[in-house]
């Protein structure tokens, strides 16, 4: 652990799966458990450079882009490819390819593509206009938070 922060086999330890969908309409939020995730994300903010958060921030982006296409059934995955995914490491499209098959990079793409979108728009550094969103969704091309769409 650096300085606060969790390492990953203490972050998967305490990992509890989503409950099925129709079991979330009678769970509560844990305010206070949220509180702490948001004053230790911000401590470790403080810590990091800005090209370091960047970083970190397009990792958790790209895991997060990668396992919404599982959880929506469009291909399979466990840890170790959305790790690989988030990582970018080297060849991780073919990865992607032999372990969830020919349409999963697509269909990542196009998630991450939308979390890109959604990112934008809540931020306002980024305004989206009606002619960029929808260069977004008319083809295969990847939203960029520097570029637009």
Known sequence: ????????????????????????????????????????????????????????????????????GAIEGLYPTDRGVTFTVAAATAAWEAVVEREAGAGARQHFEDQLA????????ATPSTPITRRGSGRCTSGPRRASRRTGC
């Open 1 to 68: 652990m650096t300085a606060g922060i969790p390492s990953p086999p203490d972050l998967d330890a305490r990992y509890v799966p989503f409950p099925a969908f129709v079991e979330w309409r009678d769970l509560r939020v844990n305010v206070a458990l949220v509180d702490a995730a948001y004053a230790a994300f911000e401590a470790a903010k403080a810590e990091v450079t800005p090209e370091r958060l960047g970083a970190v921030l397009r990792w958790a982006t790209r895991a997060a882009a990668y396992d919404t």
């Open 114 to 121: 939308a979390y890109d979108l959604v990112l934008d728009a």
